[in-house]
């Protein structure tokens, strides 16, 4: 077959409608025909220059693609005719949710608790100051209880500035205050305290019952405390274990290791007929 019917069989092949064995044939004339490759490699480039063509312009329709879709081409959304008029909210004072106001009302409840709180144990320190007729031991315990509140005071003030769970006050809290209201009870049945004063234990109750909320878990942002989370038990069943993977150990470790055992006792032995044959020179 001639280099004509050859290039008409490459022609095919560049239109995609040769056979294997035509495609076979052809790149065996190719590899011994200089002139066939030449014309090969040109009708290459000019159908590549055929099938390609320059990019008309094309027209913009990026409006109308972000329009359909409900974005406008600074970024925003684009707003239904119905939609009501988007909120805009200040870049100074972001929207808490819910439970983080609750927690910052509380937390300002309780400094205001605290001060009132401070503000009445200075005041009993100064009143207990101006009395005169109070006993030795009466004007001690009263400047001990001008020093708990003065204490309770500030621990409010220090829980609602520090913001830090005030679960290590609850113990003693709960104790103090359920002294005092069986206490109180007490000495307003049997009339032995005014008024005036049970009143100002209402500021120390609901300071408590602040305490309270703000230990709760749900309240706290880290969520429940650590020492209320179950520490993980150091026990393990056997069972419970993942088997771990085999190793292939080679058996010349264990001719070495053998090796070792057995050479150990010799060198003892050596170093002791050693030190016996020095001995024997000694003596001799």
Same mark, same amino acid.
């Given at each position: ?17 040769? @056979? ?14 200089? #002139? ?10 000019? @159908? ?8 008309? &312009? ?15 081409? @600074? ?7 119905? &939609? $009501? ?43 207990g100051a101006a009395v005169d007729h ?16 003065? =204490? ?13 769970? $005030? ?59 650590? #020492?209320? #989370? ?8 056997? =069972? ?36 016996? #044959? ?7």
């Amino acid at each position: 077959m001639g280099c004509e019917q050859w290039r008409e069989v490459l022609s095919a092949q560049l239109d995609g409608e040769e @056979t294997a064995a035509e495609g076979a044939a052809a790149q065996g004339h190719l590899d011994e025909c200089a #002139q066939c490759r030449a014309w090969f490699a040109a009708a290459v480039a000019v @159908t590549r220059r055929v099938r390609t063509r320059l990019v008309t &312009d094309m027209p913009d329709r990026t409006d109308a693609i972000l329009a359909a879709v409900g974005v406008s081409t @600074t970024g925003d959304a684009v707003a239904d005719a119905g &939609d $009501p008029p988007p909120v805009r909210r200040s870049r100074w004072r972001p929207r808490l949710p819910g439970r983080a106001r609750l927690v910052v009302g509380l937390r300002a409840a309780l400094g205001l608790l605290g001060a009132v709180q401070l503000v009445l144990g200075l005041a009993q320190v100064g009143r207990g100051a101006a009395v005169d007729h109070l006993h030795a031991s009466g004007q001690h315990l009263w400047h001990e209880s001008a020093a708990w509140n003065v =204490a309770v005071g500030a621990g409010f003030l220090f829980v609602a500035v520090r913001r830090s769970p $005030p679960a290590g006050l609850l113990p003693m809290l709960s104790a103090f205050v359920g002294t005092l209201l069986l206490l109180s009870v007490n000495d307003l049945v049997t009339g032995s305290v005014s008024g005036q004063r049970l009143v100002s234990h209402g500021f120390l109750v609901v300071g408590y019952l602040v305490i309270v909320l703000l230990s709760r878990p749900g309240l706290r942002p880290g969520g429940p405390a650590p #020492q209320r #989370q179950p520490t993980p038990s150091r026990w393990r069943f056997g =069972a419970d274990e993942p088997e771990r993977p085999l190793r292939v150990v080679h058996s010349g470790a264990y001719r070495a290791q053998a090796a070792d055992r057995n050479a150990a006792p010799a060198a003892r032995a050596g170093h002791a007929a050693r030190g016996n #044959q020095a001995g024997d020179r000694r003596a001799a």
